[in-house]
């Protein structure tokens, strides 16, 4: 009996620790994810703000008639 009880114990503590780890892994992808969409949304207002610069280089300088 005391081998079935140390085995189901085992068999418990191996599904725990599988979930933590899955739930791990979920939280470092919505983590990654997040990364990747703050870094494209800085990306996209950096050349916004390239784009206006050009266009008011080009007004001063009269570039853009």
Known sequence: ???QNASYQ????????????SNMSE???CA???AKES???AGSQMQEKAKDTMDSVKEATGMNK
């Open 1 to 3: 009996m005391d081998s």
């Open 10 to 21: 085992a068999g418990q503590a191996k599904a725990t620790t599988e979930e933590k780890a």
């Open 27 to 29: 939280k470092a992808s």
């Open 32 to 34: 990654a994810q997040s």
């Open 39 to 41: 870094m494209q949304e």
